[in-house]
């Protein structure tokens, strides 16, 4: 009895396992020849058949295209959900001995006690009509981009560092202060540029909360499947600081090139469609659900995305895990809904999670529509560069997106 009576427990356990675990996800594979067949949707073609043949037609087929992604991937943002700001400036003084202005706004979303994101601005000093800016979310806190305790810490809750006692109780703390070389102030001022950053958690804390808190405390849970995910928040969030840069003198709102690393730059190109004020977009190494072609199945995918990170997407998006040919969209549409704007995607060589190649074949793949309307694509109004190394954001990366700013935005 007793053999008979283990391998009933056995059993039993084995089903609660089955009953919890996961679904199953295939490995990741890195291998170019192990890619399956696949064909990807077209952009200038109607959902009716029908092709798209001027770029009069063109508006109709995006609203198409966009409503599609925020039908089947990021998110529709729920209806009722208010875009009024509460800004207050905070502090307004001299920055990188005096060549540049230091301003911390604090930015509540709805009401004037509402939820808020702290936006920090360096800008160059002694420009008249406002600078162009950088505007994208940082990981770790608006402090850590520089050491000068000017900067403040943010409040929030704050996801665990690589900075030994830089987060501490899920907290911020003064050892984080410029512990990262992914925003070069200096260098953006010597380019005559400004920066604006907001730590993203400000906007939703990045973990699977139930919606309950940052922005979403607000608005409450999703009431279906198709409504926004973090990403679709921290886009919508970036859409409300622009409208805020938009009543900053020291910023120009008409020259914002919204910029994002990995899951921030998944978020800056979804900031991008969604919002076509943004003169220009950056993506860096965004990967699967950013720049990265889902058909390629190669390296991170829908279903490891959707298991590891539940709450990034919309929930329909789980359709789609394993199955990402029956998707009816792919990244190269989303890219295409940027045109006619500047597009700049970069890509590290050993990012393979992330895909470089398939990046790059989405800005290649958006370049139909750029042409259909009167521009370049791939090349020039999408520009495209992949970095010897790591995951990551370099100097070198920030050099190609002056350029890229520089040549098509502000020599027009
Ligand atoms: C990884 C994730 C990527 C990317 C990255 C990041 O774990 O698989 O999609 O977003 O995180 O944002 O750092």
New binding site residues.
């Given amino acids: 009895m007793k053999p008979f009576f283990y391998s009933l427990i056995a059993c039993l356990l084995g089903q609660i396992a089955t009953a919890a675990d996961p679904p199953a996800i295939d490995p990741p594979n890195y291998d170019e020849a192990a890619i399956p067949e696949y064909t990807l949707p077209d952009s200038l073609t109607f959902e009716d058949g029908t092709p798209v043949t001027s770029a009069e037609q063109w508006p109709k087929r995006r609203a198409e295209i966009l409503n599609l992604f925020s039908e089947h991937i990021y998110g529709f943002v729920p209806e009722g959900v208010s875009n009024q700001i509460f800004p207050t400036v905070r502090k307004e003084i001299d920055f990188l001995d005096g060549t540049a202005t230091l301003k911390e706004v604090r930015i509540h979303f709805a009401k004037a006690d509402g939820p808020f994101m702290d936006l920090m601005i360096v800008a160059p000093k002694g420009v008249e009509k406002g600078s162009p800016t950088f505007l994208g979310y940082n990981f770790g806190g608006n402090h850590i981009t520089h050491p000068s305790t000017e900067i403040s810490l943010p409040e929030s809750w704050m996801r665990p560092s690589r900075t030994p006692g830089a987060v501490v109780d899920d907290k911020a703390t003064e050892v984080g202060r410029g512990s990262t070389t992914r925003w070069p102030l200096q260098k953006f001022i010597d380019n005559q540029m400004a920066l604006a950053t907001i730590y993203y958690g400000d906007v939703d804390p990045d973990f699977d909360d139930g919606f309950e808190n940052g922005a979403h405390s607000l608005f409450g849970k999703p009431e279906k499947p198709t409504e926004w995910g973090s990403i679709a928040t921290w886009a919508w969030a970036l859409s409300r600081a622009l409208d805020y840069l938009e009543t900053e003198p020291l910023c120009d709102a008409e020259k914002v090139a919204v910029f994002g690393h ?3 730059g ?1 978020t800056s190109l979804w900031a991008g469609a969604t919002d076509e004020r943004f003169a220009m977009v950056i993506s860096n190494n965004s ?3 950013g720049a990265a072609l889902n058909r390629r199945r190669i390296g ?1 995918r829908v279903a ?2 959707n298991t ?2 539940p709450h990034w997407f919309n929930d329909k998006f789980n359709a789609y895990n394993e199955n990402e040919n029956a998707l009816p969209v792919d990244q190269h549409q989303l890219m295409a809904l940027m045109a006619p704007r500047p597009l700049h995607i970069g890509s590290a060589s050993e990012d393979l ?2 895909d470089p190649k398939g990046e790059y074949l989405a800005g290649a793949h958006a370049t139909p529509v750029y042409e259909l309307l009167g521009k370049q694509g791939m090349g020039k109004d999408i520009r495209y560069h992949l970095r010897a190394g790591k ?1 990551g954001v370099t100097d070198f990366d920030w050099d190609q997106y002056i350029n890229t700013f520089k040549t098509e935005v502000l020599a027009d």
């Fill in positions: 990995s899951r921030l998944k990967g699967c659900g991170e490891r995305i590891s990170f999670w992330a995951h």
